[in-house]
């Protein structure tokens, strides 16, 4: 009875030890991460070196890093997804909605959901909604772009012009934008081409003040089915453009490199992101950001972009998958070493006071970025088929006015027209 006994504990014993090791060879995976070629050095860094404290943290999951190239990176995507062996986690930029509207990335939101309120509650609004589709979750952002108000102190000193931040906010307007680029532009030895610009590549401008305007060229952000390229919010921030590049003159419509916000040739700048940062580094101008002008509906918005990660919804590793996203995305280490090797804004507020400290070129209204990222109307790309053909349809109509070869309501007509039969054509 007793050999009996022993041989069952054996036995059983035996069983225990093939089930802990083939459970231990179960959890042993591997995920690939495929990250964008364009994102830079910096992002390449900070990616191998979290990889690297991950796996650290969790030895039973490999994290291969792989670089795809520029262009092709949707097509590798595609690809290796339609032969069985996807990418695990891709870096797409908010802008590529299609790809989760076919299905191609896994909802992240059940997981977010299950997470403690600190790591749900830790990252912008506006940057999650960024990468929502309906109730869906497309993406984890872990930085974000937003277009400000850039202005050199010194020559708004020179002609006595309070700096935008010091202004009350509602003051801070379109109105305000325009009689400052009028005074800050100076012709001085009277030859019709200034010295001196008030902006810089305004031409670029216009997305801001639809924005700001509360314009939106689409019925929706993603899919669309209804062009409004032809809505009066739209024609009238066209319009104010237009007035300031031909009517008033204060901005060269040709982008000329010498005039360029950074080399202080140029008053004040509306086009840019934290992104411009690394041209101002060793300028020898006092300069700083603000908020976008406010337009006739009072917003002090322009547009606003993130990037972050994806899971793909062919993922063998779901799971693993997230808590690798995670690890990227939502902790303060990870996000440090970010902010260190590329000089971008974090998503996640709670290292938004290490900014200034981490990155040597912040502006000293730093906090701009966040009023910027935050606001309830800020732009949002949208999400359109043949997207290359409408942008060759509105920047080609753009370039007729402002050259002055065009009105913006008969132009923004036809344009409304010719993306209604693109839409019309998609939608059929």
Not at 97 to 111: K, Q
């Amino acid at each position: 009875m007793m050999k009996r006994s022993l041989s069952l504990q054996l036995v059983a014993l035996a069983c225990a030890l093939i089930v802990s090791v083939s459970a231990l060879a179960a959890e042993q995976v591997t995920i690939v991460h495929m990250t964008h070629q364009w994102h830079g050095d910096g992002w390449h860094r900070y990616v191998k070196e979290v990889a690297e404290d991950f796996m650290r943290e969790y030895p039973h999951i490999k994290v291969e890093v792989i670089i795809g190239a520029g262009h092709e990176y949707t097509d590798k995507f595609r690809v290796m997804t339609a032969a069985g062996t996807p990418p695990d986690i891709t870096d797409f930029a908010t802008s590529v909605g299609n790809l989760a509207m076919e299905g191609l990335f896994l909802d992240l939101a059940p997981y977010l959901a299950r997470e403690e309120a600190y790591i749900r509650e830790g990252i912008l609004q506006n940057a999650l909604e960024l990468y929502s589709l309906d109730d869906m979750l497309w993406g984890m952002p872990n930085s974000l772009f937003m277009v400000v108000s850039w202005y050199n102190e010194d020559l708004l000193d020179e002609a006595g012009l309070a700096y935008p931040a010091d202004l009350p906010l509602s003051d801070w307007n379109w109105a305000t934008l325009r009689d400052y680029a009028r005074k800050l532009t100076i012709d001085r030895d009277g030859d019709g081409q200034p010295e001196q610009w008030g902006l810089d590549r305004q031409s670029a401008a216009w997305e801001q003040f639809m924005a700001s305007n509360g314009g939106y060229p689409y019925d929706r952000r993603y899919n669309p089915t209804e062009s409004r390229w032809n809505d009066v919010r739209i024609i009238d921030a066209i319009e104010f453009n237009r007035q300031l590049i031909q009517d008033d003159r204060v901005a060269s419509l040709d982008w000329d490199a010498a005039t360029h916000f950074w080399t202080g040739r140029s008053g004040m700048a509306v086009v840019d992101g934290p992104g411009r940062l690394a041209s101002l580094l060793d300028v020898t101008f006092r300069w700083d950001i603000a908020v976008q002008p406010a337009g006739p509906q009072g917003c002090h918005c322009g547009t606003v972009s993130a990037d972050g990660f994806q899971i793909n919804a062919y993922t063998r590793h779901p799971d693993e998958a997230w808590e690798y996203v995670k690890y990227l995305t939502t902790r303060p280490e990870s996000i440090e070493k970010f902010l260190a090797y590329t000089g971008r804004f974090p998503a996640l507020t709670g290292v938004h006071e290490a900014y200034p400290r981490i990155n040597p070129a912040a502006p000293k209204n730093w906090p701009a970025f966040v009023e910027a990222a935050a606001q309830p109307g800020a732009y949002f790309h949208p999400s359109v088929p043949e997207v290359d053909r409408i942008n060759d349809i509105v920047n080609t109509m753009l370039s007729q006015i402002w050259r002055g070869e065009t009105d913006p309501r008969t132009g923004m007509q036809q344009v409304h027209e010719q993306v209604q039969a693109i839409l019309d054509e998609q939608h059929r």
